[in-house]
């Protein structure tokens, strides 16, 4: 079992779920990471089960089409050593022999990083919107 500090109470699991489009032989899969309190790792693993198995929908897209998420597992489950707070270490991964070559690959420049990125229109991807969503949305004012 992993380093679990006594104090320690704040979780990271990454939950897959999977889109089925009636229709469309291709999914969509997403890994949410959520974060966890519990006073445990057996708990912290019950309480991401269960955020997962909530997760599970049925409801009929923007074109009337027929769309499941299920949950297909836990990818990962980690613990946070410390408190949250600004600085806080959230996780790590350690890596032996890695090549000068491949470090350089890691590089990237501020705009490719997550939070700076454009805002990809993926266009070619089943659709998935909840019509319910985008009805709330078209009835917003603007």
């Given at each position: 079992m992993a380093f679990i500090p006594s104090d320690a109470h704040w979780y990271l699991a990454d939950i897959v779920l999977e889109h089925r489009i009636e229709g469309?032989?291709?999914n969509v899969v997403h890994v949410n990471t959520?974060?966890?309190?519990?006073?445990?790792?057996?708990?912290a693993y019950e309480k991401a089960?269960?955020?997962g198995h909530a997760a599970?929908?049925?409801?009929?897209?923007t074109e009337g089409k027929q769309v499941h998420i299920i949950f297909r597992c836990l990818r990962q489950l980690n613990?946070?050593?410390e408190e949250?707070?600004?600085?806080a270490e959230l996780m790590y991964e350690e890596m032996v022999?890695?090549?000068?070559e491949e470090l350089q690959q890691w590089v990237r420049p501020k705009e490719t990083l997550g939070v700076f990125a454009p805002i990809d229109s993926k266009t070619d991807i089943p659709n998935y919107i909840p019509d319910s969503v985008m009805r709330m949305l078209e009835a917003e004012p603007e």
């Open positions: 469309d032989s291709r959520h974060l966890i309190d519990a006073a445990s790792p057996e708990l089960l269960a955020l599970e929908l049925e409801y009929l897209n613990i946070i050593p949250l707070e600004d600085g022999g890695i090549p000068e």
